[in-house]
T-cell receptor
């Protein structure tokens, strides 16, 4: 158990809908990262938040957005869903911001499996 | 463009048969190389961080090594419970932001 929690575990929804995925980082970790994993694309970095502020962006679509709240939990919002958005979505956390090497010893949650029909 | 390539894509071994997984990378400035283990349907589990060429790290039957262009994950006398996908990732800077770039992984199966 990494200490990172994600809800829900599974989500089935229809095209065009909007969903919210939730992540709680390990106790004491200030950074939260979101990743998408699909069979053909592998693990793709989406976005990072550090202590409530956006720190880095990856291959995140404009239909997707995220935020980190004062209690450090984070939510990833996916809207206007398409079939191709079906994937595993992982949240990871680390203690530091990303300015040092140790910041990238990230600890991953169990993931949310999103199926868009 | 920063790239991470892992080989082979899949590897099937008998219990006790040692082997190595490869991770080659092309990045503008390597700040660290990471190995993760991922079981089906679960999140990646952190294994090792390597920072400079020549560095080695060990954990049970696994040993990770790093050169200037690649990393190897050596598995010695593996057991069936070592079956998993092993992911390699590099810490790099892309457009001013520090990120992890993952390879596609090697799916390792250990037969009893």
């Amino acid at each position: 158990d990494s200490g990172v929690t994600q809800t829900p575990k599974h989500l089935i929804t229809a095209t065009g809908q909007r969903v919210t995925l939730r992540c709680s980082p390990r106790s004491g970790d200030l950074s939260v990262y979101w990743y998408q994993q699909s069979l053909d694309q592998g693990l793709q970095f989406l976005i990072q938040y550090y202590n409530g502020e956006e720190r880095a962006k990856g291959n995140i679509l404009e239909r997707f957005s995220a935020q980190q709240f004062p209690d450090l939990h984070s939510e990833l919002n996916l809207s206007s869903l398409e079939l191709g958005d079906s994937a595993l979505y992982f949240c990871a956390s680390s203690h530091l911001a990303g300015g040092t090497q140790a910041a990238y010893e990230q600890y991953f949650g169990p993931g949310t499996r999103l199926t868009v029909t | 463009e920063d790239q991470v390539t892992q080989s082979p894509e899949a590897l099937r071994l008998q219990e006790g048969e040692s082997s190595s997984l490869n991770c080659s990378y092309t990045v503008s400035g390597l700040r660290g190389l990471f190995w993760y283990r991922q079981d089906p349907g679960k999140g990646p589990e952190f294994l090792f961080t390597l920072y400079s060429a020549g560095e080695e790290k060990e954990k049970e039957r696994l040993k990770a090594t790093l050169t200037k262009k690649e990393s190897f994950l050596h598995i010695t006398a593996p057991k069936p419970e070592d079956s998993a996908t092993y992911l390699c990732a590099v810490h790099t800077i892309i457009q001013g932001a520090q990120k992890l770039v993952f390879g596609q992984g090697t799916r390792l199966t250990i037969n009893p």
